[in-house]
Nanobody
Framework: QVQLVESGGGLVQAGGSLRLSCAAS????????MAWYRQGPGKQRELVAD???????NYVDSVKGRFTISRDNAKNTVYLQMNSLKPEDTAVYYC???????????WGQGTQVTVSS
């Protein structure tokens, strides 16, 4: 059974930075594309960034140049470095493995990111 545990969220002022972590278990981590998603207030969950097993990355346009996804296969952990945060980045952030464009595991509890103006 895949388990995903997100951490690192918090309250930050606009322009600040946070680093999110997601520890994964129950899957062959190094073989999986991993992704970060977010769900803002009153919004649908959206894909923010993903990273393939070979390290290729993709980002939604709204975070390009500000967010960086990375992974540590030795620790079964994926990270999201978020810089120059904006109030519109406020959301619960989730990670998941991704296959054929879709998340493959049950969602974890997520980590709340709140950006004040």
């Amino acid at each position: 059974q895949v388990q995903l545990v997100e951490s690192g969220g918090g309250l930050v002022q606009a322009g600040g930075s946070l680093r999110l972590s997601c520890a994964a278990s129950g899957l062959i981590f190094r073989l999986n594309t991993m992704a970060w998603y977010r769900q803002g207030p009153g919004k649908q969950r959206e894909l923010v960034a993903d990273i393939t097993s070979s390290g290729s990355t993709n980002y939604v346009d709204s975070v390009k140049g500000r967010f960086t996804i990375s992974r540590d296969n030795a620790k079964n952990t994926v990270y999201l470095q978020m810089n120059s945060l904006k109030p519109e980045d406020t959301a619960v952030y989730y990670c998941n493995a991704k296959s054929l464009g879709l998340p493959v595991a049950s969602w974890g509890q997520g980590t709340q990111v709140t950006v004040s103006s």
